[in-house]
């Protein structure tokens, strides 16, 4: 009798262990970055991309708040050129790098316009795929093909190549390793930094379910969205941290202060620093 005990207690023992395991789902393993950092101060950036860039009064106007306040006398300087629905191979970067061209004049302080330095332009330049592009069947290869090509453009003309790894659509999560594995190829591939923006939506989300990081659409940037996105590009940029910043986006400073901190922890945790 106690021997059949003893048998079942084990049968029963395994069982759960089995039952166990079954339950554990493997995380995907998230390839890990090679440049973890820019190489240098950008005090003139082009942002190349799409309508995820230009929603909220465009990302680069909200980047440039953060980072004026947050590097004080540093003149940070950005261009956005976007185009509707666009990936990397609607963007001729060869005319939009020409010496005096795009950037050759800012408007500045009361709308006086300040001319620049003549010659480039740009320290860096921050390419983003259109939202599907990276892992669709068909266009992934084009992806690829083209942040080779633009980033050789760029570093030709004496600038940084920068990747922005965009969201997973709200209704779609599991984009975001995806999108992450494929920018983050990318990024090695060509030595460029990568922008995890993505994997921030997925922390914050994560932080806080009810925090509306999405229009309507379930694609494109509320302001709370382009705000944390903004966070992360500083934070990877420039390897600071954007915490304590005081301009908010008309968040509130509680809000701000979630996005700031979520911005510089997936940072730290991408680049393993």
Not at 21 to 47: F, N
Not at 61 to 67: C, D, K, L, Q, T
Request: hydrophobic fraction near 40%; glycine fraction near 8%.
């Amino acid at each position: 009798m106690k021997l059949v005990q003893l048998i079942r207690q084990g049968a029963l023992r395994l069982a759960v262990l089995l039952a166990a395991s079954l339950c554990v789902i493997p995380a995907l393993a998230q390839i890990k970055p090679e440049r973890t950092d820019l190489g240098g101060t950008a005090k003139s950036i082009l942002w190349v991309g799409n309508s995820f860039f230009y929603y909220n009064n465009s990302m680069h106007n909200v980047f440039g708040s953060i980072a004026r306040e947050a590097m004080p006398g540093q003149n940070v300087r950005g261009v956005s050129v976007t185009i509707s629905g666009s990936g990397l191979d609607w963007h001729d970067m060869d005319s939009l790098l020409r010496p005096d061209g795009i950037g050759r004049y800012s408007f500045v302080g009361d709308n006086e316009i300040r001319v620049n330095p003549a010659g480039k332009q740009f320290d860096a330049v921050i390419m983003m795929d259109c939202s599907q592009c990276p892992v669709h069947p068909q266009l992934k290869p084009v992806f690829h093909q083209f942040a080779r090509k633009h980033s050789e453009t760029i570093v030709r003309s004496g600038m940084q190549p920068v990747l922005f790894m965009s969201w997973a659509y709200k209704d779609k999560p599991a984009m975001t390793q995806p999108l992450a594995d494929e920018y983050t190829k990318a990024g090695n591939d060509n030595n460029a930094l990568v922008i995890p923006a993505g994997l921030a939506f997925a922390r914050a989300i994560s932080k806080a379910p009810d925090l509306e990081l999405y229009q309507a659409d379930k694609r494109h940037p509320s302001v709370a969205g382009t705000y944390l996105a903004a966070c992360t590009s500083f934070a990877a940029l420039y390897g600071k941290s954007p915490v304590g910043v005081r301009f908010d986006a008309g968040l509130g400073a509680e809000r701000a202060a979630m996005l700031q901190q979520t911005a510089w922890e997936t940072v730290q945790d991408y680049f393993k620093r």
